[in-house]
């Protein structure tokens, strides 16, 4: 991790009208949660702000790094973040919200409002709000400089038309960016007002949420921090790339301040943004299909999770300069907020931890142990996931590597309790099981820190 020492962010000073905080904030919780942005980011570099919120007592409210780190601004929980993906929250709910008033039907066809995309006649609103529709993000022929461009929906969608789609509505998952754009452009037939006009009308003016807005790159909007990227290998930091945010749009446009994402999920958990029924909706996950994921189901701009055994629901994002997590426990009516101005920052992993803390079982931090070079080769070999994907563990220049089928290697390191982690931790784990004669067999998987295990069979080795 890059630094130890945090800057503790004022814990007592947060008062809203509808949720008081204590006069005292629960000691355990707070120091804890503290400690876990201070290992995670460099006070003096890009940092992370995080709130954690259970009913209406603040058990933690601090950020740690610099809103700005060549004007030395300190990084606070009230300022202003792009939040990326967590946007398709507030993009699904205004479709829920038109639906509910009547102005359209979750079963009406894209094409109603959409002319001319691929399979639209087929598409459902339905499909596009929980990853089915089978839109795909990959664009043939991109154009130089697109990204940069200001550009509006209509020029967005003509963008989409020309992907070939990913499969026919219905028959799998696949997250998709461009469902959500599509959605925006269904909101602007349906309300005759830009995606997020409509959006701050029906939903945020109501609920007060004046810090959620479109992150319009020329607009001067106050405390908005500035973003930055930071190499994995070097730790180099540098300004994000310039993205013009009309391009993630409904999908991924929005900033706010950690205070408004937390007032925002406590309202819309009790029924004030929509209604109950349509906040049921959001949550109920997508039935099992090709693409479908235990750990990661997904409901209507929504994730479904577990964590420590608990039901957690909510959202990521990632973009140019920015990481965020948005996360609701039920159950314990628990609220976690985590916004980071570093697009390599792991916001998902940082809001479980948080998360974890809030329930009184956190994750324990990792102590690395020295592995002999010979286990380290024992170790060498591929491991089924699944009939097409592996996970492949190597050994290079006395380093363990895990290497998943499509994607790049990844360090490990051994822990005292006999782990496999990821470097950086990202929670999830491998336990290596040995059979009589002490040979490794499996590895079993434990994903975000937690069981059940999933066993992966060992089908080769390699480096013998």
């Excluded at 839109?135 to 038309?161: C, H, W, Y």
């Excluded at 509505?169 to 461009?178: E, F, I, L, V």
């Excluded at 790339?241 to 409904?250: K, N």
């Amino acid at each position: 991790m890059l630094g130890r020492i945090g800057v503790a962010v004022g814990m007592l000073a947060f008062s809203w009208a509808a949720l008081a905080a204590p006069s005292t904030p629960a000691v355990p919780v707070a120091t804890a949660a503290q400690a876990a942005l201070e290992s995670a980011a460099n006070p003096l570099g890009p940092g992370v702000a995080a709130i954690i919120l259970q009913g209406d007592t603040m058990l933690f409210r601090g950020a740690v790094g610099r809103a700005n780190i060549e004007l030395g601004v300190p990084l606070y929980a009230e300022q202003t973040f792009r939040i990326a993906s967590i946007t398709k929250m507030f993009t699904a709910a205004t479709v829920i919200k038109l639906a509910e008033l009547g102005k359209l039907s979750l079963d009406d066809r894209l094409s109603t409002y959409v002319a001319d995309v691929p399979n639209g006649g087929n598409i459902t609103l339905r499909q596009l709000l929980n990853h089915t529709a089978g839109i795909s993000d990959k664009t043939p022929n991109p154009q130089p400089g697109f990204m940069k461009r200001d550009v509006d929906t209509a020029t967005l969608v003509d963008e989409i038309r020309k992907r070939p789609p990913a499969f026919a509505p219905g028959t799998q998952w696949a997250y998709s960016n461009g469902g959500y754009i599509l959605l925006g452009a269904v909101i602007e037939k349906v309300t005759g007002e830009r995606w997020y006009v409509a959006m701050t009308k029906l939903l945020l003016e109501p609920a007060q949420l004046r810090q959620i807005r479109y992150g319009d790159n020329a607009a001067v909007i106050p405390g908005r921090v500035a973003g930055y990227s930071t190499d994995d290998a070097t730790h180099q930091i540098k300004n994000a790339s310039f993205i013009s945010m009309s391009i993630p749009a409904a999908a991924g446009g929005l900033v706010a301040t950690a205070d408004d994402l937390v007032r925002w999920m406590h309202a819309l958990a009790r029924g004030q943004i929509v209604s109950a029924k349509g906040f049921q909706q959001m949550i109920t996950p997508v039935p099992a299909m090709p693409g479908v994921s235990p750990a990661h189901q997904y409901g209507m701009g929504m994730y479904l999770w577990h964590v420590r055994g608990s039901e957690m629901i909510g959202h990521t994002g990632q973009i140019d300069g920015f990481a965020s997590a948005l996360v609701y426990l039920p159950k314990q009516d628990v609220i976690v907020a985590v916004l980071a101005n570093d697009d390599g920052f792991d916001a998902r992993t940082m809001s479980r931890r948080l998360a974890a803390i809030a329930l009184g079982q956190p994750y324990a931090t990792p102590v690395p142990a020295p592995l002999a070079d010979e286990f380290l080769q024992a170790l060498q070999g591929s491991y089924r996931i699944d009939g097409t994907t592996v996970q492949t563990l190597t050994v290079k220049d006395h380093q363990l590597f895990a290497q998943r089928s499509g994607h790049h290697a990844v360090p490990l390191q051994f822990t005292a309790d006999g782990r496999l982690v990821f470097v950086p931790d990202e929670l999830s784990y491998f336990v290596p099981v040995r059979d009589a004669s002490g040979k490794v067999t499996r590895l079993d998987y434990f994903e975000g820190g937690d069981a059940p295990a999933l066993p992966l069979p060992r089908v080769s080795e390699t480096g013998h």
